[in-house]
Structure formats: C-alpha cells, structure tokens
C-alpha cells in the first residue's frame, strides 16, 4: 500500500468534499467507491488484493468507511476531524484486517451493522442520522 487510504462508501457530494479535504489535510488518500464497485473486495481499495472482474454491484444501504494503513494516532485525529466537520455520524466505520479485506462491501457493512446493534445501538436506517 502507497499511503494510507481512506475507502468510502455511500458518501454524497457535500460529505466527500469534507472528507477529501480532512484526507488532504492529514496526508491521506480518499477513496470513493462507486455503486458498479460495491461487489469488489475492500482489500483491493487500499492495493492489498487484486480486483476482480466479474464482481457486479452489491447494496449497501448506508455510509460506511474503512481506514487501511493508518496509525492509532492517525485514526485518532481522522476520527476527530469527522466530529469537527460534522460529517459521518452514523457511518460505520472499520479499520482494514488481513480478514475484512477479503469482504466485499456489502458484507462487510452487515457485520459492521450486526456488531453495532450487538452492543445496544439503534438500528441503522439508509438516511437515519444519530442522535
């Protein structure tokens, strides 16, 4: 892997321009995937697996995002800085493991969601922002 990357998952316009600019800010690479490359395994965003050719879309119905190769102190101040510009609240967030990156996105934010409700979270909602 290059540098570190941050892949992102079902982000709008307003959101990806905060995020980028964070990523630019803290020397980061910001990855966006797009709807035809959800079927993808997360590992190949951040170089550490190849991509597929024949991985079609896959839903995922919220924002989700996952950190490759950052430190703890990195993943620290990216964190904070997301609180700061008032961006990703309800995302669920990941940090890239030898097992997650050979998920696809999709399976990847239905543990994420599993584990989120597991410990006594809301529900997530394509749309629902915390409170």
């Known amino acids: 892997m290059e540098r570190p990357v941050v892949i992102l998952y079902g982000f ?3 959101d990806l321009k905060k995020l980028r600019t964070l990523c630019a ?3 980061l690479r910001p990855r966006q ?3 035809e490359e959800t079927g ?3 590992g190949a965003f951040a170089g550490e697996t190849a991509f597929a050719e024949n991985a079609g879309p896959e839903e995922i119905p919220g924002q989700m995002l996952v950190l490759a190769g950052l430190t703890d ?3 620290e101040v990216f964190l904070s800085g997301m609180r700061t510009a ?3 609240r309800s995302a669920l967030k990941a940090v ?3 097992t997650n990156s050979d998920w696809t996105g999709a399976q990847l934010y239905a543990e994420l969601k599993k584990e989120r ?3 006594g979270d809301k529900p997530i909602h394509p749309g629902q922002e915390e409170t």
Do not use: D, F, N, S
């Open 12 to 14: 709008g316009a307003g």
């Open 25 to 27: 800010r803290m020397g």
């Open 33 to 35: 995937v797009r709807p």
């Open 40 to 42: 993808q395994k997360v």
């Open 73 to 75: 102190r990195q993943i």
């Open 86 to 88: 008032r961006v990703g």
């Open 96 to 98: 890239l493991t030898p």
């Open 117 to 119: 409700e597991a410990m």
